[in-house]
């Protein structure tokens, strides 16, 4: 079984996770962990925090001489802004769009900060670190995951196919909004740009495909195993990601069975195979050997300059909402969050179907397995 957990707040003192259920056995180094940090902390239209933060995880259990031995594997990212003295102030003016009004409520809290220092994002530092670990972990077994933005607010570039994803794959990684389309790259600027002067937010929508996935992850059986429904709650669990579909997603309603579903072909090279991918890789909650495509949509950022509405939790009067340093358009970064989610998820379905406590147990059931399926 794998799990992971995160704790600490956006202002407290570090940010923790801990995944237990990797086997032992995996080369593993803080640098690999913090290139996915660093990958977190990019993205144009992030807010000042992001200049403040220069996210390392210290590996505090789990991995020794640069291997995990199957243990826990803790991970702390310290916040550099952290400070001892926290101010007085105190906020009671809750954000339309955020938990502090729910949360509040629920919590009994009469600081918004109390709320909002836990609903922040900042916590998904925690789970790139996790994500991390479970990536290289996936990469043991020929397993890829990516992800690109495809829209920012009115800009928008059409879908990429697996295929271009391996030539694109470099622009991604070096364009400020990880888009491979250059003009377009330069529209979701602009757009972020008006935003900023509007002291507005802009959400959009990113695309996640994970490659070389064996056929057989998650299950039919029972309705919580299947992979579909995983990785939607996974992605859905980011802040602000309102929206998941996988494959065709939504465009499945206006089309028809005999347009949609991807014929089964067979080679003796290749075994099954399809010559299209509207599944987006899943078919029954169970991994059918394609790319997984999955898309989300981020909805705009809460925090603005420019408050809306609300109303003081203490006075009860009408005010207008705390204004909080905040980032303009976050769809960047949550397209690398959403990898590591999704690496978490599969890195989860994986060890369900292979088990092992070494990586070389892990290995040796996965590749009796792929001789099994070839000899089907
Ligand atoms: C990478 C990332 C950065 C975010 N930055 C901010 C921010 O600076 N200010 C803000 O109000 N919300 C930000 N959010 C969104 C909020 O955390 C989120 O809207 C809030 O926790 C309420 O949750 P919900 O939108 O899922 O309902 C960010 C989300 C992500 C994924």
């Known amino acids: 079984m794998l799990m992971y957990l995160t704790a600490g707040e956006s202002h407290g003192r570090n940010i923790t ?3 237990e259920g990797i086997p032992a056995g ?6 690999y962990i913090n290139k996915e940090l660093l990958r977190r902390q990019k993205g144009y239209g992030r807010g000042g925090r992001m200049e403040i933060e220069e996210d390392k995880a210290t590996v505090t259990g789990g991995i020794m001489s640069g291997e995990t031995i199957g243990s826990p594997i803790c991970l702390v990212i ?3 802004d952290w400070r001892e003295d926290k101010d007085e102030k105190i906020y009671t003016r809750p954000r339309p769009g955020h938990a502090d009004l ?3 409520l629920k919590y009994d809290r009469q600081d918004l900060r109390d709320i909002q220092e836990r609903a922040s994002a900042r916590e998904t ?3 790139v ?3 991390a670990v479970c990536r290289k972990f996936l990469l043991e077994f020929g397993i890829k995951v990516f992800s690109y933005v495809e829209q920012i607010y009115n800009a928008r570039c059409k879908p990429i196919s697996s295929a271009e994803l391996k030539e694109l794959y470099s622009k991604i990684e070096g364009s400020p909004v990880r888009c491979p389309d250059k003009g377009i790259e330069k529209k979701m600027m602009a757009e972020i740009d008006k935003a900023k002067e509007n002291n507005d937010s802009v959400g959009g929508i990113f695309r996640v495909i994970a490659t070389g996935v064996p056929t057989g992850l998650g299950s039919h059986i029972q309705w919580d195993l299947r992979l ?5 709650q996974s992605v859905m669990s980011i802040q602000a990601v309102k929206g998941v579909e996988i494959g065709t997603g939504f465009d499945f309603a206006e089309h028809t069975g005999s347009e949609t579903h991807d014929e089964i072909y067979y080679d003796k090279k290749r075994g099954f195979y399809r010559k299209t991918n509207n599944a987006g890789g899943i078919e029954g909650g169970i991994t059918n050997g394609e790319d997984i495509v999955l898309r989300a949509v981020m909805k705009p950022i809460p925090s603005l300059k420019k408050p809306l509405k609300s109303v003081d939790i203490r006075t009860k009067e009408p005010v207008l909402a705390e204004i909080i340093r905040a980032d303009v358009c976050a769809v960047p970064a949550c397209s690398v969050i959403a990898e590591a989610v999704v690496s ?3 890195a989860k379905a994986f060890k369900e179907k292979f088990g092992g406590d070494s990586i070389k147990e892990t290995k040796r059931n996965f590749e009796g397995y792929i001789e099994q399926i070839k000899d089907f």
Not at 228 to 232: F, Q, S
């Open 78 to 80: 310290e916040n550099r």
């Open 344 to 346: 978490f998820e599969l």
């Open 129 to 131: 670190a996790a994500g």
């Open 102 to 104: 729910a949360g509040a």
């Open 228 to 232: 579909d429904g995983r990785l939607a």
């Open 17 to 19: 996770a801990i995944l």
């Open 26 to 31: 995996l080369g593993l180094t803080e640098e």
């Open 125 to 127: 530092a925690g789970r």
